[in-house]
T-cell receptor, first 111, second 117 residues
Framework: QKEVEQDPGPLSVPEGAIVSLNCTYS??????FMWYRQYSRKGPELLMY????GNKEDGRFTAQVDKSSKYISLFIRDSQPSDSATYLC???????????FGGGTRVLVKP | NAGVMQNPRHLVRRRGQEARLRCSPM?????VYWYRQLPEEGLKFMVY????????ESGMPKERFSAEFPKEGPSILRIQQVVRGDSAAYFC???????????????FGDGTRLSIL
């Protein structure tokens, strides 16, 4: 079993819809959870950064962590064509700071 | 991804040659991480360095790959005697301090795309 799993998509939605992205992880010791956005031919850009369970909101983005289920989510409200990208969940190892990434979900928002 | 600078953006090498990839971290950041993204695969950790020290190289292939982060200048990822399988995007990230279980987010550069002929 991979440490972090993510549906590769692609996920295609109409402009204005809510985009729902998910990751599952295997190690209950993980404490911090991150979401990155990666445009084609670019590096990952940090979107959201959360600690432990609960919700965190930043503009159109909401990150949720459910540690009891080892499940993390990212919601994008009022999606725009500019949100079309690959979204990566990432979890740092408890010892040290190296990130374990999910495989990424490709999102396409159609105008 | 302003801040973390990687060069070159694209690098073409023939099999057997050496590839040197450079990374300048964000201003004020003294911790550097290298990741590799193979075609159709996710990002995989390679090595974590502080100035003049390798902290964790558990993701580095045992042969041909090395990394350094000298007191002065950029971090360098060096691949000797490159093979076709080394073709990938190599990303560098930096953080201001060591993470304590992950509490220091990493900021990425735009990568170097290495192609082996």
């Amino acid at each position: 079993q991979k440490e972090v799993e993510q549906d590769p998509g692609p996920l295609s939605v109409p402009e204005g819809a809510i985009v729902s992205l998910n990751c599952t992880y295997s190690n209950s010791a993980f404490q911090y959870f991150m979401w990155y956005r990666q445009y084609s031919r670019k590096g990952p850009e940090l979107l959201m950064y959360t600690y432990s369970s609960g919700n965190k909101e930043d503009g159109r983005f909401t990150a949720q962590v459910d540690k009891s289920s080892k499940y993390i989510s990212l919601f994008i409200r009022d999606s725009q064509p500019s949100d079309s990208a690959t979204y990566l969940c990432a979890i740092p190892k408890a010892a040290g700071n190296k990130l374990t990434f999910g495989g990424g979900t490709r999102v396409l928002v159609k105008p | 991804n302003a801040g973390v600078m990687q060069n070159p953006r694209h690098l073409v090498r023939r099999r057997g040659q050496e590839a040197r990839l450079r990374c300048s971290p964000m201003k004020g950041h003294s911790h550097v991480y290298w990741y590799r993204q193979l075609p159709e695969e996710g990002l995989k950790f390679m090595v974590y360095l502080q100035k003049e020290n390798i902290i964790d190289e558990s993701g580095m292939p045992k042969e041909r790959f090395s990394a350094e982060f000298p007191k002065e200048g950029p971090s360098i990822l060096r691949i000797q005697q490159v093979v076709r399988g080394d073709s990938a995007a190599y990303f560098c990230a930096s953080s201001p301090r060591a993470g304590d279980g992950g509490n220091q987010p990493q900021h990425f550069g735009d990568g170097t795309r290495l192609s082996i002929l």
